[in-house]
């Protein structure tokens, strides 16, 4: 499609009716938000009947503002859901996995029996490690199997894992484990990424020196690097794992029992360990998934490009997947591990049917241009999702036209760690989408946009997006906080939940999502705080000050941009700033991770104040995004905001 074309597509922005194919088969009927509304915790219950129960629920919600329980009699175990129960149902051959290594012609196929045995295993291992029901365990994984099977077999012995994403620091990883008092670490030596070996476990020998009481590391063989060793701790995979018993016997656990945490960046510096417990977790991830992404088990092939180190991998790779017993691609690598064209040969070769991925991601793939999605076989894909920031018109146009054919559903699914599921999204073969929006509430959630008094707000209008009734997946808390938990989410609007996200209605009523309203920034799908990042530049003994803002960027949504102030001692000419630079982006990749590296480091005299000492970001995004200076009469010298947009200048050209 030629560019004129593309904007001509744009310029309608033309509603697409929902598809007459999926209304024909679809899981959803239109009949769905009728049932759900009308008493959605009564349809909640009868959604968990997907769900195999060693004692059925007969309690439905207890709610006791702002902490839920959601099926709290009943006891169930996660892993049997997610594996034993399809094997029990005659559907062992089935594959789970297609995995896909980083390295080209590195694959795997795993059937719902191999990975039963595989849990089984796992779990009789980490019970003779000393892991017991209640422990918390540290994942730090690449994309392999043994990540998928180290969380299920955790699961199954009732004890809550908390994986970190593998590209995670040591520093950001220790901090995780002291949070939530983990004892025991699954790890691999290393992991590939672009054909390059990737470092894991030397990161967990670092991490541990200040992490005393854990126990036992299960480390993988993934690369065969050399590895530091610690007798007594540490113990290899394809020792323990592979000689222990290949069958186990589950226990059954509450409904409440906590399934997992889940680190993730709030306002402050400090992550918060966002968890989730079983029962409503489970319902909710498996119900979504069925009805969003229309899933038939029988014949599709579902990829959810995505980290397991994200809550993205945990919903819709592991935990609702698994519940509805589909057949899925894992894969270890980027989109240009092995060339440009990689995720369309996977598609190509694997006949992907429905594909999950994030904006960011698609916006990269547009950049390398059409032609290559366009020389493979696509023609398998049926319906395609977006999560994790807002999707722009084009991405989205592009999406449909180029991978989808112009026929494939595109489902805007917006959610959050805390929400655990996704909680507002179209539903093929029901709504008619918009590029751009992510429509509608889903079946039984209930959401209102409000003004900063919590009125709601009319069509047409924008304000802050709050859920006003608890639903099953929601995050039971933060882990040890519950103050902060009430703090954060429950009282900016007494009653309902502030998702720190703003949004609008249009004047149709469907729901567009606008961006973080804090000081959350979104780094290709990823999400930082803006004080996680100034705490690590002033932890370098050169910076006095720093602040950091989130600008716009064109492939991955928002960029870190940080204005920092040195302390006298470290003043440095202004010829010789650049090694500095350089080496406070790598300060701040060695203490949070390479995704946290700011893209640009403006070194400043002075930082725009107000009288009161508040450091004022939004004229330093002003400047970031080489906007025309907002009001800058309320500052304590209001000259600096115009010098540092000098010197943002004066980089900008440099850069050119
Ligand atoms: O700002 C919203 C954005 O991502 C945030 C949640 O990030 P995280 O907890 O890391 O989970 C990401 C994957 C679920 C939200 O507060 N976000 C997520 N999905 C969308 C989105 N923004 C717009 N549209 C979406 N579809």
Redesign the pocket.
């Known amino acids: 499609m030629s560019e004129s074309k593309l904007e001509a597509l744009l310029d309608e922005r033309r509603e697409f009716p929902p598809s007459k194919e999926f209304a024909k088969q679809a899981n959803a009927q239109p009949s769905i938000y009728k049932e759900a509304n009308a008493d959605p915790v009564a349809w909640w219950r009868k959604q968990a009947d997907r769900l195999t129960w060693d004692k059925a629920p007969t309690k439905t919600l207890e709610w006791e503002l702002p902490f839920a329980k959601w099926f709290s009699d009943g006891t169930l175990n996660a892993s049997v859901n997610c594996v034993d129960r399809h094997v029990a149902n005659g559907l062992g051959d089935r594959v789970a996995f297609h995995w896909v290594g980083d390295p080209e012609g590195d694959k795997r196929t795993i059937t719902y029996s191999d990975l039963l045995t595989d849990v089984s295993q796992a779990a009789n291992a980490l019970t003779s490690l000393g892991v017991k029901a209640g422990d918390r365990v540290a994942v730090y994984m690449p994309m392999i199997p043994e990540a998928v099977v180290a969380m299920l077999a955790c699961a199954r012995l009732g004890a809550a894992h908390s994986v970190v994403f593998g590209g995670f620091s040591a520093s950001a990883l220790s901090d995780r484990i002291l949070d939530a008092d983990c004892r025991f670490v699954i790890t691999a030596d290393g992991g590939y990424r672009r054909g390059a070996v990737a470092e894991l476990k030397p990161q967990v020998d670092e991490a541990l020196t200040k992490c005393p009481d854990v126990k036992a590391v299960l480390v993988v063989k993934r690369t065969g690097q050399d590895v530091e060793w610690m007798e007594g701790r540490d113990h290899w995979w394809h020792d323990v794992v592979a000689s222990a018993p290949k069958t186990h016997t589950p226990e059954s656990f509450p409904a409440e029992q906590p399934l997992y945490i889940m680190y ?1 960046s709030g306002t402050t510096a400090r992550p918060k360990g966002i968890f989730h417990t079983t029962g409503g977790y489970l319902t909710q991830a498996a119900t979504t998934h069925n009805y969003i992404f229309d899933v038939k088990p029988e014949t599709d092939i579902c990829w959810t490009a995505a980290d397991i180190g ?3 991998g945990h919903s819709y790779i592991v935990y609702g997947p698994l519940t509805n017993g589909v057949t899925q691609v894992l894969y270890e690598g980027t989109p240009d591990s092995g060339g440009k064209d990689r995720w369309w040969k996977i598609i190509e070769e694997y006949k992907v049917t429905i594909l999950y991925t994030a904006p960011t991601t698609i916006r990269t793939l547009m950049k390398w241009g059409h032609a290559l999605p366009q020389a493979h076989d696509l023609s398998s894909l049926r319906l395609l999702g ?6 722009n018109p084009e991405a989205w146009i592009w999406y449909r036209k180029y991978i989808g054919a112009d026929t494939c559903p595109i489902v ?8 655990g599921a996704i909680m ?1 999204t179209p539903l093929p073969g029901i709504t008619a989408t918009k590029p751009g929006a ?1 429509m509608t509430p889903f079946p039984g959630i209930s959401v209102d946009i409000v003004d900063n008094d919590g009125k709601s707000v009319g069509n047409g209008e924008g304000g802050y997006l709050t859920i006003t009734a608890p639903w099953p997946s929601m995050t039971r808390g933060i882990w040890g906080d519950p103050e902060r938990f009430k703090e954060t989410y429950w009282s900016r609007f007494p009653g309902s939940y502030f ?3 703003g949004a609008k209605r249009d004047q149709d009523g469907s729901l567009w ?1 606008l ?2 309203v804090d000081d ?1 920034m ?1 780094i290709s ?3 930082l705080s803006t004080t996680e990042v100034e705490h690590a530049l002033v932890g370098h003994p050169a910076v006095a000050e720093a602040a950091v803002v989130g600008a716009s960027d064109d492939v991955t949504g928002q960029a870190i941009v940080a204005f920092v102030t040195l302390k006298l001692s470290a003043d440095v000419a202004e010829k010789d700033q650049g090694p500095l630079v350089a080496e406070l982006r790598e300060h701040v990749s060695v203490m949070i991770s390479p995704i946290a590296k700011p893209r640009q480091i403006i070194l400043t005299p002075d930082l725009p104040k107000t009288r009161s000492g508040k450091i004022m970001r939004r004229l330093l995004r002003d400047v970031a995004e080489h906007r025309q200076l907002g009001d800058v009469t309320t500052l304590m010298d209001p000259t600096v905001v115009s010098m540092i947009d000098g010197l943002m200048a004066q980089h900008s050209s440099d850069d050119d």
């Not at 805007?412 to 929400?419: G, L, V």
Request: proline residues 3%; negative net charge.
């Open positions: 993730t994200w809550v993205t977006s999560v994790g920031e807002p999707i805007d699914t917006w959610w959050q760690t805390e929400t507002i992510a998702a720190g996200d999502l961006g973080r959350v979104n799908g990823h999400r």
